[in-house]
């Protein structure tokens, strides 16, 4: 695969991503994205085998099918040089049932990607061999610094202006590359896995002057790296749910979720000094998992001691997720993951597929001095509106903030999540307390749970003027300064605005602390 180092549309300073007309047309109704639509990828690691088969060709991908084996290959390679037996037996069985999978599910093909383990071992090649005799499937055997490449690429699919350095540790190895304007820079790899870091004889403070030993090379190499850091792997997911665990954090989702570098000293001693047994059933890590822990913690104190990241972000989207992006068109990899995701969640699931556009259009005018990224959240909501109809009236409400703050959605930090999540939780109910997420509201400011809910009241306004996608039904006018908000309805939509819509205008006029003016007219009013 060639390096990725095309040049991008310039980003939009507020987003980071470039603007190409976010409600233009969806592009996974462009052939040559529909051709993303069932993707499958299965990853070959030090210690576990994992099927992902991406579903929707959105740009923030949909995990149809997702796996995983925990097999070990990599354990007992520093002593032996060669895979572990028991988990070569266990692979290849793993192997044969995700090929009958992907044969179930009419994959044409599966991209199998092999790392440190498999690349390292004397008999590396002869496992490949025998995978493809059983079970037809070619593994691509990538050396570090491509695998480092692809873990990158996987952030960037969430991330797509992301900047900064990204570290992928796996069973066996540890991988760093430097990311900016939307492009993969330098990367390095290292022996520094969990796996190969309890065979190290000498014991605790071996294994830290070796760490400190090979991060001090790798840092060299990397120069300075004082932006984001960006955790892909297995192992940082365990550390981030414990540290949510010792915290009290109640998102528990863990893309985007962000650490600082004095949480991780806390959360490294809290490992340190706690019974691993309790803290893996607390936080639902496996018991396969939390045996390596302790060695990755060990590695995460030294790195962020080592290149002292301003802040750290947990990313879910590996080397997994960067296969999908080397698919990609470039003009899929240039759009918002968070808009993509949500116009292919309107085709599917609303009733009226396209009214989010007119929906944003008509409360737009709420929003006119409201900087970049504000107008974006108020866009994915719009386009999320209706996704929901399905449920329940009486939980409908707590069923669109649960999906929304828990939703597999990339570019999204939490806060903004739950921002999003009231938002479409007042598109279906004025009042939002008494619900089992009282806790996350506190995730964000008074001032910030007032606009999700002039947000909500908006669109539950709006959608009461639902018709024809083509029909004039005529404008929202907002005068801040004077506190007074103007409706204009033709005299087409007047049967419409009847006393149910005139509440929800009313709700939403309150929560603005405005005067409302409704005028009916067959032209539009002078601005």
């Given at each position: 695969m060639a390096d990725q180092t095309d040049t991008l549309p310039t980003p939009v300073p507020e987003t980071g991503v470039a603007d190409l007309g976010l409600f233009g047309k969806p592009l996974f109704e462009d052939p040559s994205a529909r051709a993303l639509a069932r993707v499958g990828v299965v990853d070959v690691g030090s210690n576990s085998v994992r099927l992902v088969v991406f579903d929707g060709a959105a740009r923030s991908p949909a995990y149809f099918y997702n796996e995983k084996i925990m097999c070990a290959l990599g354990a007992g390679m520093?002593?032996?040089?060669?895979?572990?037996?028991?988990?070569?037996?266990?692979?290849?069985?793993?192997?044969?049932?995700?090929?009958?999978?992907?044969?179930?599910?009419?994959?044409?093909e599966l991209s199998v990607v092999a790392t440190a383990a498999v690349r390292d071992a004397s008999d590396g090649k002869d496992f490949c061999d025998e995978v493809h005799r059983d079970t037809g499937l070619r593994i691509w055997v990538i050396d570090?610094?491509?695998?480092?490449?692809?873990?990158?690429?996987?952030?960037?699919?969430?991330?797509?202006?992301?900047?900064?350095?990204?570290?992928?540790?796996?069973?066996?190895?540890?991988?760093?590359a430097e990311i900016s304007g939307g492009r993969v820079g330098r990367r390095v790899t290292s022996q520094l896995g969990p796996l190969k870091l309890r065979d190290l004889k000498g014991g605790a403070k071996a294994r830290n002057a070796h760490i400190k030993g090979v991060m001090d090379g790798l840092q060299e190499k990397m120069g300075a790296q004082r932006d984001r850091l960006f955790l892909v792997g297995g192992s940082w997911r365990a550390i981030a749910r414990i540290d949510m665990y010792r915290r009290g954090y109640p998102l528990h989702v863990l893309h985007e979720y962000r650490m600082t570098v004095r949480s991780v000293s806390a959360t490294v001693k809290f490992i340190q000094k706690s019974n691993l047994d309790e803290i893996r059933a607390?936080?639902?890590?496996?018991?396969?998992?939390?045996?390596?822990?302790p060695f990755a913690a060990e590695v995460l104190s030294r790195l962020v001691k080592s290149f002292k990241p301003k802040d750290i972000a947990v990313s879910s989207y590996g080397i997994r997720e960067g296969m999908l992006y080397e698919q990609m068109p470039q003009r899929l990899r240039d759009r918002d993951p968070l808009i993509e995701a949500c116009r292919f969640a309107e085709a599917k699931d609303a009733r009226m597929p396209g009214f989010g556009k007119i929906l944003n259009n008509f409360i737009a005018p709420l929003y006119k001095s409201s900087p970049a990224p504000r107008k974006r959240l108020v866009k994915a909501a719009c386009l999320l509106h209706d996704v929901s109809w399905r449920a329940h009236p009486d939980y409908r409400a707590e069923v669109c903030f649960d999906n929304a703050t828990r939703a597999n959605l990339g570019g999204l930090k939490h806060a903004e999540r739950v921002y999003l999540g009231l938002a479409l939780l007042h598109r279906y109910s004025n009042k939002r307390e008494n619900t089992r997420f009282e806790d996350l509201y506190q995730m964000v400011d008074e001032k910030t749970r007032n606009e999700a809910e002039i947000l909500g009241k908006a669109m539950r306004f709006g959608a009461?003027?639902?018709?024809?996608?083509?029909?004039?039904?005529?404008?929202?006018?907002?005068?801040?300064?004077?506190?007074?908000l103007e409706i204009w309805l033709t005299p087409d939509m007047q049967p419409l605005f009847g006393?149910?819509?005139e509440a929800r205008l009313n709700s939403l006029a309150d929560s603005l602390g405005a005067?409302?003016?409704?005028?009916?007219g067959k032209g539009k009013p002078e601005k």
């Open positions: 520093a002593e032996t040089g060669h895979l572990s037996p028991t988990g070569r037996v266990r692979a290849l069985s793993a192997m044969r049932r995700f090929k009958k999978l992907a044969d179930g599910m009419g994959l044409s570090g610094e491509e695998e480092a490449r692809l873990s990158a690429q996987g952030v960037l699919l969430g991330w797509p202006g992301a900047y900064g350095l990204v570290c992928d540790i796996g069973g066996s190895s540890m991988e760093l607390a936080c639902g890590v496996s018991s396969t998992r939390m045996a390596l822990v009461m003027l639902w018709m024809n996608k083509h029909e004039d039904r005529g404008e929202m006018r907002w005068f801040p300064q004077k506190k007074l006393e149910v819509a005067e409302v003016v409704v005028k009916i």
